[in-house]
């Protein structure tokens, strides 16, 4: 069983920045990838916002390119999301995740979000 404990989300100005942080608990393995969605409303579509392997190789969805940083933490089972120059359209639930491969099989681990809010 693997759970999440996420932190960091909250309201902050247009410009800002905040600092996200997910830790896993449990048995996730070492080589999970792990990394970010967001849903920025009910009705829309859950987006990647990037992911970091276990080697640190990274991915980011196009918006967000150049002002978010995603790190991690191996020894802690840690993920970090460093946003900057935040924008109101960057208002979302953002959800921590990881997913294992082993032997073709995915296997996904959701948190349970947290709320970003950009606004003046």
């Known amino acids: 069983q693997v759970q999440f404990v996420e932190s960091g989300g909250g309201l902050v100005q247009p410009g800002g920045s905040l600092r996200l942080s997910c830790t896993a608990s449990?048995?996730?393995?070492?080589?999970?990838?792990m990394g970010w969605y967001r849903r920025q409303a009910p009705e829309k579509q859950r987006e990647l916002v990037a992911?970091?392997?276990?080697?640190?190789?990274?991915k980011y969805t196009s918006s967000v390119k150049g002002r978010f940083i995603i790190s991690r933490d191996n020894a802690k089972m840690t993920v970090y999301l460093q946003m900057n120059s935040l924008k109101p359209e960057d208002t979302a639930v953002y959800y921590c995740?990881?997913?294992?491969?082993?032997?073709?099989?995915?296997?996904?681990?959701w948190g349970q979000g947290t709320e970003v809010t950009v606004s003046s």
């Open positions: 995740y990881a997913y294992t491969v082993v032997a073709g099989n995915y296997e996904w681990f």
């Open positions: 449990g048995s996730l393995r070492s080589d999970a990838v």
């Open positions: 992911d970091i392997g276990s080697d640190d190789s990274t």
